[in-house]
C-alpha cells in the first residue's frame, strides 16, 4: 500500500534524499500522520472489502474498503461500486450500487507510507433479513460481503480478502423473526412382532436450516428415545397391536412441532381354537377339560415355541393355565408351517372358559 510522490518541488539535498528514499522503499512523501500532498494515483484493477462492522444500536453496517491498480498499490478514484451481501445458507441479502468518489476516500500517510480507504454506512433497512440462525464458527449466521467497481466500462470483481475481514456475525436486526419448524414423519405402516422398523424425519424443516433441529421419539409403547435421538431412529414391537409413533422437533430457539404415524404390528402365530369338551374317557386327563388348537406361523421368520403354553379364562377373568398336552410342540414353527395341539385343563366346577389366552392374545371359544 505505498505510493509514489510526483511534482515534488525543489527542497535541497535532504527533500531529495527523502524523496530517493521514498521511491526506493516504494513509499511516498508526505508528513507523518497527516494527508498526503501532490500524490500519483494509479487506475485501480482490483477492489477488496476489508471491513464489515455491523452496529446494533444504530441500526447500520459500516463498510470499508480499498482499490488497489495492478503493482497491488492502494488507490483512489471514481468509480462506480456494487455491494451485495450474502449469508451462510447463499441467500442474498444485499445488492446495491453507489457511484464513489475519489475526493470521498480518506486518506492518511504515516512514515512516509500513504493510504487509502473508503468508508460506508448502510440501513438496516436496505436489507433483506436473513434467517441464517444456526451457530457454528464460520459455518452459521455469517455475513459476507463482496464489491465490483466499474469505470470505462470495465467491471472488476472483488478480490480476496485476507483473514476473512469481508465477514461479520448477522446481527439481531437483520434476522428474521423465529418460525416454528415443521415436523415430518415417514415409516412402515404394518410390521411383524419383533421386526427392526426404521423411521425417518429428515424432510423436517426450520427457517435456521435441518441443522438447528433436535428430534424425540414416542414410540407409543411406553419406550422413548429422547438422549442423542436423530432424525433417523429404529425400533422393534415385542406384541402385535395398533400403536402411534410420534415424533418431536425442536430447533434453536425452543419452538417445536410434531408429526406422528400408525403403524399396525402383526403377531405372527395364529391360534385357531376349533374344538373343546370335557375328557370323559378313563385315563390321566379324565374329568379335564380339553381344548383343540392350531397354530400356525403366518410371518416371513420361523417362530420359537419355547414357553408357549396357553391358559383358559373365564367371563370373570379368573384363568387356568393348562395341564399339559400329549402332543410334540416343535420348538421352532417354521415359516408356512401349521400344527396342531390338544391342551389338557383342569378347571373348578362352575369354571365356563370364554377364552383361550397365549400370551397377551385372547382367542374365543369355540
Not at 48 to 76: F, Q
Not at 82 to 96: K, P, Q, T
Not at 290 to 300: I, S
Request: proline share 6%; aromatic share 10%; charged share 20%.
Amino acid at each position: 500500500m505505498h505510493r509514489k510522490m510526483s511534482d515534488l518541488r525543489a527542497r535541497g539535498a535532504v527533500i531529495s534524499i527523502v524523496l530517493m528514499t521514498g521511491l526506493l522503499c516504494g513509499c511516498i512523501g508526505g508528513d507523518n500522520g497527516g494527508t498526503p500532498g501532490d500524490v500519483t494515483w494509479e487506475e485501480p484493477t482490483q477492489v477488496r472489502v476489508e471491513g464489515v462492522s455491523p452496529v446494533e444500536a444504530g441500526n447500520t453496517v459500516n463498510v470499508s474498503l480499498r482499490l488497489y491498480d495492478g503493482s497491488n498499490h492502494v488507490s483512489r478514484w471514481d468509480v462506480q461500486l456494487r455491494l451485495m451481501a450474502r449469508d451462510s445458507l447463499g441467500f442474498e441479502m444485499l445488492n446495491i450500487s453507489m457511484p464513489i468518489k475519489a475526493r470521498d476516500f480518506t486518506t492518511k500517510t504515516v512514515d512516509n507510507v500513504v493510504d487509502t480507504w473508503y468508508n460506508t454506512t448502510i440501513p438496516f433497512i436496505a436489507f433483506k433479513k436473513s434467517s441464517d440462525k444456526t451457530p457454528g464458527f464460520l459455518t452459521g449466521r455469517m455475513m459476507t460481503m463482496y464489491a465490483w467497481m466499474t469505470y470505462e466500462g470495465t467491471t472488476y470483481k472483488q478480490s480476496p480478502s485476507p483473514l476473512l475481514i469481508n465477514m461479520a456475525i448477522i446481527p439481531n436486526g437483520l434476522l428474521l423473526p423465529n418460525e416454528p419448524p415443521s415436523a415430518a414423519i415417514y415409516g412402515p405402516l404394518t410390521a411383524w412382532e419383533g421386526e427392526e422398523l426404521p423411521f425417518d424425519a429428515s424432510n423436517s424443516t426450520d427457517d435456521a436450516g435441518f441443522d438447528a433441529l433436535s428430534f424425540a421419539w414416542d414410540w407409543g409403547d411406553g419406550d422413548t428415545t429422547t438422549y442423542f435421538a436423530s432424525a433417523h431412529q429404529s425400533h422393534r414391537y415385542p406384541r402385535g397391536g395398533v400403536y402411534t409413533v410420534n415424533v418431536t422437533v425442536t430447533d434453536a430457539d425452543g419452538t417445536f412441532d410434531n408429526a406422528s404415524l400408525t403403524v399396525t404390528i402383526e403377531d405372527p402365530l395364529r391360534v385357531t381354537v376349533y374344538q373343546s369338551a370335557v375328557v370323559i374317557d378313563p385315563g390321566k386327563h379324565f374329568g379335564d377339560t380339553y381344548v383343540a388348537m392350531k397354530l400356525q406361523n403366518v410371518g416371513p421368520a420361523a417362530i420359537s415355541m419355547a414357553g408357549f403354553s396357553p391358559y383358559l379364562r373365564s367371563g370373570s377373568g379368573s384363568e387356568v393355565k393348562d395341564n399339559g398336552t400329549e402332543d410334540d410342540i416343535p420348538a421352532v414353527l417354521d415359516v408356512a408351517t401349521t400344527v396342531s395341539v390338544v391342551f389338557y385343563f383342569d378347571t373348578p366346577d362352575g369354571f365356563v372358559a370364554t377364552y383361550v389366552r397365549a400370551g397377551e392374545d385372547l382367542y374365543p371359544m369355540p
